[in-house]
C-alpha cells in the first residue's frame, strides 16, 4: 500500500516539522479594456459592444433606441452606459 509522507506529522523519523513554504501572490492584474453598450431603461438592448462612448455605430443604436421608445413604449431613457458584466450579460 503507498504511503505518503506528510512532512506536518510526526513521525519516528521526522520528530520536527519541516517548514512551510512561503507563498508569493503577484498583484498585478491586466487591466481590462473598458467596453460600452447600449440600454434602454437600465436593459441592454443589443449584443454589440463598442470601445468609446461616442461611437458613430453606438451613438445610431442609441438614436433608434430612442425612436422606438417614444413611439411604441412610454418613453424609457436609452443610454450608452459602461459594460458591466453582472447588469448587462447576454442571455
Known sequence: ????NNPMKKTKSNTEAA????????EVK????????????????????YATDNDEVALNEQNFWTRVATN???GEPVEIVQFDSKKHRVW
Open 30 to 49: 491586466e487591466a481590462k479594456p473598458v467596453r460600452f453598450v447600449v440600454v434602454r431603461d437600465g436593459y441592454r438592448v443589443s449584443d454589440k459592444e
Open 1 to 4: 500500500m503507498f504511503q505518503r
Open 72 to 74: 411604441h413604449s412610454y
Open 19 to 26: 517548514p512551510a513554504a512561503p507563498q508569493v501572490r503577484s
